[in-house]
């Protein structure tokens, strides 16, 4: 069975970082291309980060570059999500998505708050 699952989300104070773990298990992540999407309350989808599968390359939305950081390690088939300073707006359920070919998978969702 096909399946991804993000980890890692939680509750933490602005400044404070959290890592985002999506592990894949049915599939492997190997080719596929990974996105980070998030979704605050009462906002859209919106696409935080991505990394390519054959050629690793990387794209941030604006709001998060210099502060995340998206990576992969295919021996564990997950990708992460390293998230420092984090602030209030970065509060949303975070989703990852794998891609390939005609392939599209997405997560549960795993919630980041951040709040003093």
């Known amino acids: 069975q096909v399946n991804l699952v993000e980890s890692g989300g939680g509750l933490v104070q602005p400044g404070e970082s959290l890592r985002l773990s999506c592990t894949a298990s049915?599939?492997?992540?190997?080719?596929?291309?990974i996105g980070w999407f998030r979704q605050a309350p009462g906002k859209e989808r919106e696409g935080v980060s991505c990394?390519?599968?054959?050629?690793?390359?990387?794209y941030y939305a604006d709001s998060v570059k210099d502060r995340f950081t998206i990576s992969r390690d295919n021996s564990k088939e997950t990708v992460y999500l390293q998230m420092n300073s984090l602030k209030p707006e970065d509060t949303a359920v975070y989703y990852c998505?794998?891609?390939?070919?005609?392939?599209?998978?997405w997560g549960q969702g795993t919630q980041v708050t951040v709040s003093s």
């Open positions: 998505n794998a891609h390939w070919i005609s392939n599209d998978y």
């Open positions: 049915g599939f492997s992540l190997r080719n596929y291309a």
């Open positions: 990394l390519s599968g054959s050629m690793g390359r990387t």
